[in-house]
């Protein structure tokens, strides 16, 4: 075709691209018979990134209000951190909820304020995204909320010595 304007937009479809790299090479010609040619790189990637690994919080762990990110009374956030393909898109989701964050150079992850809005069980499922928009299969794991009994041992006190029978009380 012709083309008046150097802003001018076409597009082409290539079929049968392999996965992985592949070399297009550009020629143009204007019509004083001058000759452009460029190499420019397509990627085809349609494989999903492997499911993130949640490195925190640990499995069936129990958060406490240690773990707690927020300072306000009332309310419980906390962090997931993992690795998953570098550069990818990485989504958590607890209780119809969904956080985003982004894996570094690295592969490491971490999504800080994940909220939860009251005391129980939870499951945490995490999924990424690449560039090209393959989805991982879900990472999901089990977390409570919960703080756990204190237990305060009341006899003998702490640092004590004992002899002969005993009782401890709590």
């Known amino acids: 075709g012709s083309f008046g304007s150097p802003t001018e937009r076409f597009s082409v479809v290539f079929l049968n691209l392999k996965e992985g790299t592949n070399d297009i090479i550009w020629r143009t010609a204007d019509s004083r018979g001058f000759v452009a040619k460029v190499k420019h790189p397509v990627i ?3 494989t999903p990134p492997a499911s993130p690994v949640i490195s925190l919080p640990l499995s ?3 958060l406490t209000e240690s773990d707690n990110e927020t300072t306000g009374k009332g309310k419980f956030s906390f962090m997931v ?3 998953s393909e570098p550069g990818s898109a990485v989504s958590a989701e607890v ?3 969904k956080f ?3 894996s570094a150079f690295d592969g490491t992850f971490r999504i800080d304020g994940i909220i939860l809005a ?3 069980k939870y499951s945490l499922k995490v999924s990424a995204t690449d560039e090209a928009l ?3 299969a879900v990472t999901e794991q089990a977390i409570i909320y919960n703080n756990p009994p204190k237990l305060v041992f009341t006899s003998p006190r702490d640092g004590c010595g004992v002899s002969g029978k005993v009782t401890i009380s709590w």
Request: glycine share 24%; charged share 40%.
């Open 44 to 46: 085809v990637d349609t």
């Open 60 to 62: 069936g762990k129990n």
């Open 81 to 83: 951190s993992g690795k």
């Open 100 to 102: 985003t964050g982004k």
């Open 134 to 136: 393959n989805k991982s």
């Open 118 to 120: 009251s005391r129980g």
């Open 95 to 97: 209780d119809g909820k």
